[in-house]
């Protein structure tokens, strides 16, 4: 018997580790053990930037959350007033699993822990910013900036999950959606980021900062993109599925769908290698991905070496922009329908080899620009040349201008590459050094092949193998038998998901839609504008199956359906008299509806959307005034305080004369140089007024600046935002009604500037 007690008494702890607690989560809990939560909604509330809403701190723990969810902010909390970091961790070989939290700056963030392990987690539905940016034109305060992180700049952006100095971590499984930026990574090495669905945000995907020997593997990160508007503007805005900046090398990424982003990929070497001149994110592996769709460049890789390989690009302005590679590999991608296949400015040393171009409008770009910015330390300390580039075994189908290049030297276009159906074969701006063009199989009309033969680049003639129109092989792709040895095809992961767009899933940058808080996820139904003829609108009403009605209208005289099925085409005609369009639409569904803030609506409950537009055009009197020195602009910005100058019916500023005058009815500049003829590139300053009447009612005023702007309505200063800064919104509700004066003073310090008025009804 007293064996037995023994026995009993030493068995006793491990049969207490072997039942796991189950806890509740409380404001300030700190978990220093392994446990499980116990399921529920709680609700944690943080106020300011840093402050967490629970800690687990420890080493070797097992936190199971069993699907439990974190609540940061209640219903009605806009994403950009989240706030607080959900869950902070710290210590050694944790792992995380189940985990739900949203409605904060920060879902997760993670510092030093080494051997981290998040699986099977949803961070959806956290930080981000409203977008400014409209269906006719961009909003510069919608751009990105990723290119400083010394400091946790990205903080400022928030995350669904952020790991800093988190050497081997692994994420696994988990859900990302209704954010700015889903994974950040920041000083972490030797990670694995595999099976994760990290989609629908309007910033990244996945984003690394001096990160390394990374496998970014079999992850969906479709759809994480801002500023595009489609038949309008493809600006991306540095958006992007992937991005790897500033020293993250000898990562590999592969197998992952990356369609329908600003970038699919996006990978600049840093701020240290554009000061020295050396480093870079070098040696990256970039295979097998799906890069299409992107506003921008399917693979942007610049001042880097890398291999990119065996990707799917279609439908990008660039498949791939490779500006200042060198000693780059480009083998084996499917690049079709794309403005340009490859285009490489300044590159050196880089080989493009057995790639298919299909129906591109340019196969591939080589060129050298004249001149390198002075302030650029990689552009004095290395060579930048257009120069030494392989164009080998690549077949151009129905490519309208196969090769541009210009400017280069020592460009070997030869072993076999195979031209067929082009219009232009080769197109040179600028004289070239030492093109070689040999053992190349042609295929085209006699007249082209004519224009070829005699291009003054390509002589001798004998390198040119010219073959009858009649005789095209039968497999074009033959050339891109490439043997698995050559390929070097990084390995799949046992349990690698297949990361592809689903069958019926939209595919193309026409079901890119935007709206002020990102893209639209095909959750809920939307009323998008697809056509104007004058005072007709055709609207598309698109999301899941189900029935639709309108409830209310206001400024429309006839539409061509009041309810219907989804999806539908609507036609509207507005009422000219009226400024603005308002539609209010009921919808009921047989599934379950998710809102742009991921509320759920169950099953046949009602759900409320609208399209509104508001078409009030003013008639802008623009006025331009130079400034020849800091000195002068500082006279200027003081003099602006006193009351003398805010005086509506003052005509000059500072007793100066205008240098130039135009008038517009839609305030929206923006300016690289020079805004006209005799105004100075830097240091201007403008002055905008309009008058206009206004039926009564509630109005938002936006405004966009960079630098320094004010706002005046009838004499009353508004929007006081008069210092140097980047592109900033501003917005005010204001009251109108009958007649008003609006003056707007605004001026350029140096660099970028931009100037953006906008109106709307507040609703």
Same mark, same amino acid.
């Not at 902070?88 to 792992?95: F, P, S, V, W």
């Not at 988990?174 to 990574?185: D, E, H, K, P, S």
């Not at 004519?450 to 002589?459: C, F, G």
């Given at each position: 018997?007293?064996?037995?007690?023994?026995?009993?008494?030493?068995?006793?702890?491990?049969?207490?580790?072997?039942?796991?607690?189950?806890?509740?989560?409380?404001?300030?809990?700190?978990?220093?053990?392994?446990?499980?939560?116990?399921?529920?909604?709680?609700?944690?509330?943080?106020? *300011?930037?840093?402050?967490?809403?629970?800690?687990?701190?420890?080493?070797?723990?097992?936190?199971?959350?069993?699907?439990?969810?974190?609540?940061?902010?209640?219903?009605?909390?806009?994403?950009?007033?989240?706030?607080?970091?959900?869950?902070?961790?710290?210590?050694?070989?944790?792992?995380?699993?189940?985990?739900?939290?949203?409605?904060?700056?920060?879902?997760?963030?993670?510092?030093?822990?080494?051997?981290?392990?998040?699986?099977?987690? +949803?961070? *959806?539905?956290?930080?981000?910013?409203?977008?400014?940016?409209? #269906?006719?034109?961009?909003?510069?305060?919608?751009?990105?900036?990723?290119?400083?992180?010394?400091?946790?700049?990205?903080?400022?952006?928030?995350?669904?999950?952020?790991?800093?100095?988190?050497? #081997?971590?692994?994420?696994?499984?988990?859900?990302?959606?209704?954010?700015?930026?889903?994974?950040?990574?920041?000083?972490?090495?030797?990670?694995?980021?595999?099976?994760?669905?990290?989609?629908?945000?309007?910033?990244?995907?996945?984003?690394?900062? %001096?990160?390394?020997?990374?496998?970014?593997?079999?992850?969906?990160?479709?759809?994480?993109?801002?500023?595009?508007?489609?038949?309008?503007?493809?600006?991306?805005?540095?958006?992007?599925?992937?991005?790897?900046?500033?020293?993250?090398?000898?990562?590999?990424?592969?197998?992952?769908?990356?369609?329908?982003? !600003?970038?699919?990929?996006?990978?600049?070497?840093?701020?240290?290698?554009? $000061?020295?001149?050396?480093?870079?994110?070098?040696?990256?592996?970039?295979?097998?991905?799906?890069?299409?769709?992107?506003?921008?460049?399917?693979?942007?890789?610049?001042?880097?070496?890398?291999?990119?390989?065996?990707?799917? &690009?279609?439908?990008?302005?660039?498949?791939?922009?490779?500006?200042?590679?060198?000693?780059?590999?480009?083998?084996?991608?499917?690049?079709?329908?794309?403005?340009?296949?490859?285009?490489?400015?300044?590159?050196?040393?880089?080989?493009?080899? %057995?790639?298919?171009?299909?129906?591109?409008?340019?196969?591939?770009?080589?060129?050298?620009?004249?001149?390198?910015?002075?302030?650029?330390?990689?552009?004095?300390?290395? +060579?930048?040349? *257009?120069?030494?580039?392989?164009?080998?075994?690549?077949?151009?189908?129905?490519?309208?201008?196969?090769?541009?290049?210009?400017?280069?030297?020592?460009?070997?276009?030869?072993?076999?590459?195979? @031209?067929?159906?082009?219009?232009?074969?080769?197109?040179?701006?600028?004289?070239?050094?030492?093109?070689?063009?040999?053992?190349?199989?042609?295929?085209?009309?006699?007249?082209?092949?004519?224009?070829?033969?005699?291009?003054?680049?390509?002589?001798?003639?004998?390198?040119?193998?010219?073959?009858?129109?009649?005789?095209?092989?039968?497999?074009?792709?033959?050339?891109?038998?490439?043997?698995?040895?050559?390929?070097?095809?990084?390995?799949?992961?046992?349990?690698?998901?297949?990361?592809?767009?689903?069958?019926?899933?939209?595919?193309?940058?026409?079901?890119?839609?935007?709206?002020?808080?990102?893209?639209? /996820?095909? %959750?809920?139904?939307?009323?998008?504008?697809?056509?104007?003829?004058?005072?007709?609108?055709?609207?598309?009403?698109?999301?899941?199956?189900?029935?639709?009605?309108?409830?209310?209208?206001?400024?429309?005289?006839?539409?061509?359906?009041?309810?219907?099925?989804?999806?539908?085409?609507?036609?509207?005609?507005?009422?000219?008299?009226?400024?603005?369009?308002? &539609?209010?639409?009921?919808?009921?569904?047989?599934?379950?509806?998710?809102?742009? @803030?991921?509320?759920?609506?169950?099953?046949?409950?009602?759900?409320?959307?609208?399209?509104?537009?508001?078409?009030?055009?003013? /008639?802008? %009197?623009?006025?331009?005034?130079?400034?020849?020195?800091?000195?002068?602009?500082?006279?200027?910005?003081?003099?602006?305080?006193?009351?003398?100058?805010?005086?509506?019916?003052?005509?000059?500023?500072?007793?100066?004369?205008?240098?130039?005058?135009?008038?517009?009815?839609?305030?929206?500049?923006?300016?690289?140089?020079?805004?006209?003829?005799?105004?100075?590139?830097?240091?201007?300053?403008?002055?905008?007024?309009?008058?206009?009447?206004?039926?009564?009612?509630?109005?938002?005023?936006?405004?966009?600046? $960079?630098?320094?702007?004010?706002?005046?309505?009838? !004499?009353?200063?508004?929007?006081?935002?008069?210092?140097?800064?980047?592109?900033?919104?501003?917005?005010?509700?204001?009251?109108?009604?009958?007649?008003? #004066?609006?003056?707007?003073?605004?001026?350029?310090?140096?660099?970028?500037?931009?100037?953006?008025?906008?109106? #709307?009804?507040?609703?």
């Amino acid at each position: 018997m007293k064996i037995f007690c023994l026995l009993l008494l030493a068995l006793l702890p491990a049969c207490l580790l072997a039942q796991t607690s189950e806890i509740s989560l409380t404001k300030g809990l700190i978990i220093k053990e392994s446990c499980k939560i116990l399921p529920g909604n709680y609700s944690i509330s943080l106020s *300011s930037e840093k402050e967490p809403g629970i800690t687990i701190s420890g080493e070797n723990l097992v936190i199971d959350f069993q699907n439990a969810e974190m609540r940061g902010a209640p219903e009605g909390v806009l994403p950009n007033q989240f706030s607080g970091r959900a869950i902070l961790i710290k210590g050694k070989n944790i792992t995380l699993k189940n985990a739900r939290a949203r409605g904060y700056k920060i879902a997760l963030f993670a510092e030093g822990v080494e051997g981290l392990t998040l699986e099977n987690c +949803d961070f *959806s539905y956290n930080y981000r910013p409203r977008l400014r940016s409209i #269906r006719e034109r961009e909003d510069f305060s919608d751009w990105l900036s990723y290119h400083h992180n010394e400091q946790d700049e990205w903080l400022r952006y928030g995350a669904g999950i952020y790991l800093k100095n988190c050497p #081997r971590a692994t994420v696994k499984g988990c859900r990302i959606t209704g954010c700015q930026n889903a994974l950040l990574m920041t000083g972490c090495n030797d990670g694995l980021v595999y099976n994760n669905f990290f989609t629908f945000n309007s910033g990244l995907g996945i984003g690394l900062y %001096r990160s390394s020997r990374n496998k970014l593997m079999h992850n969906r990160l479709d759809w994480n993109v801002r500023g595009y508007s489609h038949g309008f503007y493809q600006r991306g805005q540095d958006s992007a599925g992937i991005l790897l900046y500033e020293q993250s090398s000898q990562n590999t990424i592969a197998y992952n769908s990356a369609t329908h982003c !600003g970038d699919g990929l996006f990978l600049w070497a840093g701020q240290t290698t554009m $000061d020295t001149g050396e480093g870079g994110c070098n040696d990256n592996i970039i295979f097998g991905n799906d890069f299409s769709y992107a506003p921008t460049n399917g693979v942007e890789v610049t001042f880097s070496r890398n291999r990119v390989q065996g990707n799917k &690009i279609i439908e990008c302005t660039y498949g791939i922009w490779g500006g200042y590679s060198y000693g780059s590999t480009f083998t084996g991608n499917f690049i079709a329908d794309c403005k340009t296949g490859i285009a490489i400015e300044h590159g050196q040393n880089d080989t493009i080899q %057995r790639n298919a171009f299909q129906f591109d409008s340019t196969g591939i770009q080589l060129w050298a620009r004249e001149t390198q910015p002075a302030d650029w330390g990689y552009a004095q300390k290395r +060579d930048t040349r *257009s120069r030494d580039a392989v164009i080998d075994r690549n077949i151009f189908l129905n490519t309208r201008k196969s090769l541009k290049i210009s400017n280069s030297k020592n460009i070997s276009v030869n072993g076999e590459n195979l @031209f067929l159906g082009f219009e232009k074969l080769l197109e040179t701006a600028k004289p070239n050094e030492n093109l070689k063009f040999i053992r190349n199989d042609i295929y085209s009309t006699a007249a082209k092949i004519a224009e070829v033969w005699t291009h003054p680049e390509l002589t001798p003639s004998k390198n040119l193998n010219f073959s009858h129109p009649d005789k095209n092989p039968e497999n074009p792709y033959a050339a891109l038998d490439i043997p698995l040895h050559e390929l070097k095809e990084p390995d799949s992961l046992a349990d690698g998901m297949l990361a592809v767009l689903p069958k019926g899933s939209p595919r193309g940058r026409k079901f890119i839609l935007m709206n002020e808080w990102g893209p639209f /996820d095909f %959750r809920r139904p939307v009323a998008s504008l697809d056509t104007m003829a004058g005072n007709l609108y055709s609207l598309v009403i698109i999301g899941p199956s189900g029935s639709w009605k309108i409830t209310k209208m206001e400024g429309v005289l006839n539409v061509s359906a009041k309810r219907g099925s989804v999806p539908a085409t609507l036609t509207v005609e507005r009422d000219p008299a009226s400024d603005a369009v308002f &539609i209010e639409f009921e919808y009921t569904s047989p599934q379950v509806t998710k809102t742009v @803030f991921g509320e759920i609506v169950p099953t046949g409950k009602v759900y409320k959307f609208d399209f509104q537009r508001f078409e009030k055009k003013l /008639d802008w %009197r623009v006025k331009f005034f130079n400034m020849n020195s800091m000195d002068s602009l500082t006279g200027i910005i003081d003099s602006l305080t006193s009351s003398e100058t805010i005086n509506y019916s003052r005509e000059t500023i500072h007793m100066q004369t205008p240098i130039a005058e135009k008038k517009v009815n839609d305030l929206y500049f923006a300016w690289w140089g020079s805004p006209l003829d005799g105004v100075n590139e830097d240091k201007f300053l403008t002055l905008s007024e309009t008058e206009f009447t206004i039926a009564p009612g509630d109005y938002i005023l936006e405004l966009t600046s $960079d630098d320094g702007v004010r706002l005046y309505l009838d !004499g009353k200063l508004l929007i006081n935002n008069w210092d140097i800064h980047e592109p900033e919104t501003d917005e005010i509700a204001v009251k109108l009604g009958g007649s008003h #004066r609006i003056r707007i003073e605004h001026f350029d310090a140096g660099g970028f500037a931009t100037l953006d008025f906008r109106m #709307r009804v507040k609703r």
